[in-house]
């Protein structure tokens, strides 16, 4: 009996060794996101300081360049990285082109549980789990109480019983510009202007949708009746009612919002943590609307962590992965960033923890609402990366002026070329 116990045991050391060379040291370099600098240097020093002898490097890109960056370093096979930031619609196409490796080994039935269904879901891939979501997303409508006020308007009301309608945006809009005097303020704009993950929603709450079943048929969808009236209304804010200002990027929305400039903006929940550092500005929010002919839909999902199958650290990376997504680094990153959580006991808090009774984080609370009710994901594709390339370039010049049923009928045929090769 003792014989046998030495034996376990020293088959048990022999082991631990192993284990520990691939998960206790070493460093781990992550592609991520510039805009999550702040929030994520507080992830990474908590991680460090709780795993001596490990180092979190990171290379990071604006959005803009993000997505062609891990592109072109993952598309060369580059085993530089380990931890890559992963937009949800990206995680399929990723993993079908061998970018990114599988996570199921690495977390349990029980971890997962940690996160809704639905984003389980987004980061999975022919039934094989590869990115957890660092978070989750949703937007609401803020607005600047002084420009409602000097125009006699009421606040619109935060119950989603009691949500607005597109139309009526735009009827109050016109009447915030003409009462302000100033032909630099206007009623409404979108914070992710021309970008399907905030504009899609539109097209949703119309019943269209932005591509087949089938992940790669665009004809009937894009030019389909409920895509083009949300692009013909999307295009009248612009250029009819011009109630909505051209000549902006997305990156300067928010900005014009704390200037003043515009009474409503869709937007998302962390952008309560700019406007509560803006000394004046007063604002409050509502639902997203809806048009009066459609139902309510909202934006859902966002950026997913993945490990990439080119990295010689894998145990590592996934240690950091799962860290980042559930442990105390997923607290540290929602409290800096002001997120919007993807893990379902920070869903349950929102609407029992105290601190969510008082405006401005009772967003969350409508939040938490939205998500069991409106969310509405975007398409799920092999071929995302040119969908979505084809659909922004092609929203941006409806925004412009261009014909709109031209224009998505030009986008159709571009996508069939290029999401042919799925087939």
Known sequence: MKKLMLVVLACALALAPV????TAKGTIRFLT????????????????????????????????????AIEIKLGSRNSKFDVILTDSPMVSGYAY??????????????EKAKFTSALVGSGSFEGEFYAPPLKNSCHVLWYNKKL???????????????????????????????????????????????????????????????????????????NGEGFVKAMQWYSDIHNKYKIAPKGIAPSETVGQFT???????????????????????????????????????????SFHVSVSNYSKNKALAAEFVKYL??????????DKQGEFSARIDVLNSYGTNPKY????????????????TTAFPRPLSLGYREWESVITATMEDIRNGADVKPALD???????????IYR
């Open 19 to 22: 284990f520990a060379a691939d």
């Open 33 to 68: 996101m510039a805009e999550y600098h702040n929030a994520l240097e507080g992830v990474i020093k908590a991680f460090e300081a709780s795993h001596p002898g490990v180092t979190v490097e990171t290379e990071e890109f604006p959005f803009a360049q993000l997505f062609d």
């Open 97 to 110: 082109r061998g970018f990114i490796t599988p996570l199921d080994e690495y977390f349990t039935a029980a």
């Open 148 to 222: 409602l006020d000097k125009a006699g308007i009421p606040y619109p009301s935060a119950d989603p019983k009691n949500r607005m309608t597109w139309e009526d945006v735009v009827d109050i809009s016109k009447k915030v510009m003409a009462a302000s005097g100033d032909p630099t303020i206007y009623g409404l704009t979108f914070e992710q202007i021309s970008r399907p993950y905030q504009i899609l929603p539109l097209v949703n709450s119309l019943g269209g949708a932005g591509i087949g079943p089938d992940g790669i048929t665009v004809d009937g969808y894009v």
């Open 259 to 301: 200037a003043g400039k515009i009474a409503f903006l869709s937007a998302n929940l962390f952008d309560y943590k700019t406007f509560e550092k803006t000394a004046g500005l007063q604002y409050g929010y509502a639902p997203l609307p809806y048009f009066k002919d459609g139902t309510p839909v909202t934006p859902t999902d």
């Open 325 to 334: 997504t559930f442990g105390e680094g997923s607290d540290i990153y929602l």
């Open 357 to 372: 009774n008082s405006f401005p984080l009772s967003a969350f609370r409508l939040a938490a609402q939205e998500a069991k």
């Open 410 to 420: 030009k986008a159709v045929k571009a996508l069939t070329v290029q999401l042919s």
